[in-house]
């Protein structure tokens, strides 16, 4: 079980812990909470990529390198080889996406001041043939080979979090060894330290921050949910298969092939487009780390709210009581050093009015420069409000553009797949001739003929053993029901279905679905 | 024909290139020289074909080589040996991928011959195993 579950735990409950965190206190806190759900919804991206994985084992790509040079040359260079590979297959392009995805980690880890670098070319590479497959996929718009392309967005996610995860884990909560119930009634102070500014030994993740953060969080779980449907169930057009083949097959054999061109016209031009689009964009391959390095941002600037702006507040002493006296002063009036007053501008907002003669008054006896402190401590506090809020904001922001990258990818996804279990139902029966026969004349007018259905119990029986399910259910005829035999995936651990239930999914399920076959319309 | 998706491909012939791929990393091309190095190099190999220069001389000295017969039957000896460019391939090795690259030059370590150090990419999974990894490069 894990040790907290935030969506049913508001912040600042108490709820029932484990030593997962070496102490009480640790594990009561919002980063301990953080860390927990990351790590769930980590575990949720691994266990939906072995999900895709596990229907799409033999899809591969066979490269035309005649025509593509660039791709020889770079897939000879990966594999040091003369002669380079003809083809991809997915355990090939899973090793070259963790890679194109750790340069992105290299990145995240490597400081800038760093004198070593990836190998440009290799980076070059590996993107290059990486993509290649990735764009020969979406080139088929057939969703059981374009549900692939839901990896790189995954993997993409886990280094959001494992960033995330290592900002939580260095607040002091968790890095520094906490004080037990018992040692706390002693008032013993802790033996270690934080060796972060201030040493604030117990410092917390902010409520403000938890709460956005799970906020971002729901949002995300709830995305997984999307794509868990996506890929775990049947088509509702393959669960209503019987319907389906009993109307389909009153038309003539011209209509349905109007309806196959028609499709394939609408996966050309709205599908295939729109997911190219969403994959290629920079949401989905730039965003893992900005928001990565917002989230760290943000951690840091929490730290220093907790222990350096908020206490500031209420500074006793000769500072606190300037402070005070200069409380309702618009520091730009104060730090006005002329020229341009740019300064001012940036402490006190656009034309800062001038001082007025009550405001000199209390000022009267205090040395400028005391004043100048006070308004430079004023402002580093406005200031780090500022900057909060502005993280605060990206972190909405790039979450948003994240996962409505990824959301749009499901969705036409998901529209997808209704649509190539319907071209395959059609394209079937074409083949099967279980439909009517051809009509002959006016063809324009085929669709107001009153048919009578002629598929018959056996012949739907042999349709069915014909078809290949888009979503990778299989179908079986059981008397006079059709039995819908769910996708065979991996069962998802406990905690994974725990994230994916919160996230929507109602169902978590491998049951077979029956159907009563009624050929009737 | 084009890029095929195969719904079964047959992997059995791909089974040599499962393997796990390293990080190569080498020292960032940080300074100016070294920049201008690099483009130079880059381009030598395809100077070699079409340098500007030795066309002018060439053509210069068909002119005046012309006014002279002895002139002429030296010129025409020598001007097989000047397209070879000696000097100049002197100082390039070929590689099969790359074409002619400038020997000792930083093209060799962007095209990974020199300087590049293959890690794992399991030193990511630790800031101490990056740091570490990182050093050795320097």
């Given at each position: 079980m894990s040790v907290l579950s935030p969506s049913t735990n508001p912040v600042g409950?108490?709820?029932?812990?484990?030593?997962?965190?070496?102490?009480s206190a640790a594990a009561n806190s919002n980063a301990a909470a953080l860390v927990t759900r990351l790590s769930?919804?980590?575990?949720?991206?691994?266990?939906?990529?072995?999900?895709?994985?596990s229907l799409v084992q033999g899809l591969g790509v066979t490269f035309d390198l005649a025509s593509n040079p660039d791709l020889a040359r770079a897939l000879s260079r990966i594999y040091n080889v003369t002669d380079a590979p003809t083809a991809m297959d997915m355990t090939m392009y899973t090793e070259l996406l963790q890679t194109d995805i750790n340069f992105l980690r290299f990145d995240l880890l490597n400081s800038p001041d760093s004198a070593v670098q990836i190998q440009p070319l290799q980076r070059a590479d590996v993107s290059l043939a990486s993509k290649a497959f990735e764009s020969a996929l979406i080139s088929t718009g057939q969703y059981n080979q374009t549900l692939p392309i839901l990896l790189r967005s995954l993997q993409g996610d886990q280094v959001v979090f494992d960033s995330l995860m290592n900002t939580l884990t260095n607040y002091p909560i968790l890095s520094v060894p906490q004080l037990t119930p018992a040692q706390l009634a002693t008032t013993q102070n802790p033996s270690g330290s934080s060796d972060r500014d201030l040493n604030g030994a117990s410092v917390d993740v902010s409520n403000s921050l938890s709460e956005q953060l799970n906020g971002v969080l729901d949002q995300w779980q709830q995305s997984y949910a999307g794509i868990y449907q996506v890929v775990a169930s049947p088509d509702p057009t393959e669960t209503s298969l019987p319907s389906v083949v009993a109307a389909l097959s009153t038309q003539p054999t011209s209509d349905l092939n109007r309806m196959i061109a028609m499709l394939q016209n609408l996966v050309a031009f709205q599908h295939q487009p729109a997911i190219k689009s969403a994959h290629d964009s920079v949401d989905n391959q730039l965003l893992p780390r900005l928001l990565s390095d917002v989230g760290s941002t943000a951690g840091d600037l929490d730290y220093l709210n907790q222990v350096a702006v908020g206490p500031a507040a209420s500074f006793g002493g000769s500072i606190g009581t300037l402070q005070s006296a200069m409380a309702s002063f618009n520091i730009g009036s104060i730090l006005n050093v002329g020229i341009t007053g740019s300064v001012s501008v940036a402490a006190g907002g656009y034309s800062p009015p001038p001082i007025t003669a009550a405001q000199q008054q209390t000022l009267d006896g205090i040395p400028e420069g005391l004043q100048i402190l006070s308004a430079n401590l004023s402002?580093?506090?406005?200031?780090?409000?500022r900057q909060s809020a502005t993280i605060s904001?990206?972190?909405?922001?790039?979450?948003?553009?994240?996962?409505?990258?990824?959301?749009?990818?499901?969705?036409?996804?998901?529209?997808?797949?209704?649509?190539s279990s319907s071209l395959g139902i059609i394209q079937s029966i074409v083949k099967s001739g279980a439909n009517n026969p051809t009509a002959v004349g006016n063809t324009t007018s085929l669709n107001t003929n009153a048919v009578t259905p002629n598929v018959g119990l056996q012949s739907f029986g042999t349709l069915v053993s014909s078809l290949s399910s888009q979503s990778g259910s299989s179908y079986a005829v059981d008397g006079n029901t059709l039995v819908v035999t769910p996708p065979a995936i991996p069962t998802a651990p406990t905690n994974v279905q725990a994230v994916l239930q919160s996230g929507g999914v109602k169902q978590i399920t491998t049951q077979q679905l029956r159907v009563p076959i009624n050929l009737s319309v | 024909m084009s890029d095929q998706v195969q719904s079964n491909l047959a992997s059995g012939i791909l089974d040599q290139f499962h393997v796990s791929l390293g990080l190569n990393l080498q020292t960032k091309l940080q300074d100016w020289p070294g920049r201008q190095s690099l483009q130079y190099g880059s381009m030598k190999g395809l100077m070699n074909q079409d340098w500007h220069s030795l066309s002018?001389?060439?053509?210069?000295?068909n002119l005046y080589s012309s006014s002279s017969h002895t002139l002429r039957i030296a010129w025409s000896l020598i001007k097989n040996l000047v397209l070879n460019n000696a000097k100049m391939l002197a100082s390039l090795i070929h590689l099969p991928a790359f074409g002619n690259v400038p020997l000792g030059s930083q093209v060799l370590s962007l095209v990974g011959i020199?300087?590049?150090?293959?890690?794992p990419q399991n030193i990511l999974t630790s800031q101490a195993s990056f740091n570490s990894t990182i050093k050795s490069v320097t």
């Open positions: 409950t108490s709820v029932t812990t484990s030593s997962a965190f070496g102490s769930d919804l980590n575990d949720t991206a691994v266990y939906l990529q072995q999900a895709i994985l402002w580093s506090q406005t200031a780090s409000t904001a990206s972190i909405q922001r790039l979450s948003l553009r994240k996962l409505t990258n990824q959301g749009n990818t499901t969705e036409f996804l998901t529209s997808l797949k209704s649509l | 002018d001389f060439k053509f210069q000295m020199q300087n590049v150090l293959v890690a």
